[in-house]
C-alpha cells in the first residue's frame, strides 16, 4: 500500500512559478514510477509527466514540455513538479499517482492515486 500526499498548490499570477510535491509512505516509493496528472473544471483527468523509478526515463505531455520539469528524491520518498511560464488554462487540480508500470502512467491508470492539490493561476 502506497499512500500519496500532494502540496505546493497554491494561487499565482500567470508567468508565475510553483513546485509541486508529492510525498509517498512506504518503504517500497524507490520501486514505483511516479507521475503527475491534472484535471480542470468539466474536463477529464490528463497526463502532465512521468518519471520512471530511477529517475532516468522522464516523458511529458506535448503542451507541458519546456515548461514543466519532473524529478524525484528516493531518499525523501518525494516527487516534484516545478512548473514554469504558467498560464491560465494550467488551472486545475493536479493529482500525484504511482505505477509498477511506466505506460499505465501515461493511459491514467496508476496503482495509486494522490488526493490532489488545487493550482490557481489568473491572467
Known amino acids: 500500500q502506497v499512500q500519496l500526499v500532494e502540496s505546493g498548490g497554491g494561487l499565482v499570477q500567470a508567468g508565475a512559478s510553483l513546485r509541486l510535491s508529492c510525498a509517498a509512505s512506504?518503504?517500497?516509493?524507490?520501486?514505483?514510477?511516479m507521475g503527475w496528472f491534472r484535471q480542470a473544471p468539466g474536463k477529464e483527468r490528463v497526463f502532465v509527466a512521468a518519471?520512471?523509478?530511477?529517475?532516468?526515463?522522464?516523458d511529458y505531455a506535448d503542451s507541458m514540455k519546456g515548461r514543466f520539469t519532473i524529478s524525484r528524491d528516493n531518499a525523501r520518498n518525494t516527487v516534484y513538479l516545478q512548473m514554469n511560464s504558467l498560464k491560465p488554462e494550467d488551472t486545475a487540480v493536479y493529482y500525484c499517482?504511482?505505477?509498477?508500470?511506466?505506460?499505465?502512467?501515461?493511459?491514467?491508470?496508476?496503482?495509486?492515486w494522490g488526493q490532489g492539490t488545487q493550482v490557481t493561476v489568473t491572467s
Open positions: 499517482a504511482a505505477s509498477k508500470q511506466f505506460q499505465h502512467l501515461k493511459s491514467a491508470a496508476p496503482d495509486y
Open positions: 512506504g518503504r517500497t516509493f524507490s520501486t514505483y514510477h
Open positions: 518519471i520512471s523509478w530511477n529517475g532516468v526515463t522522464t
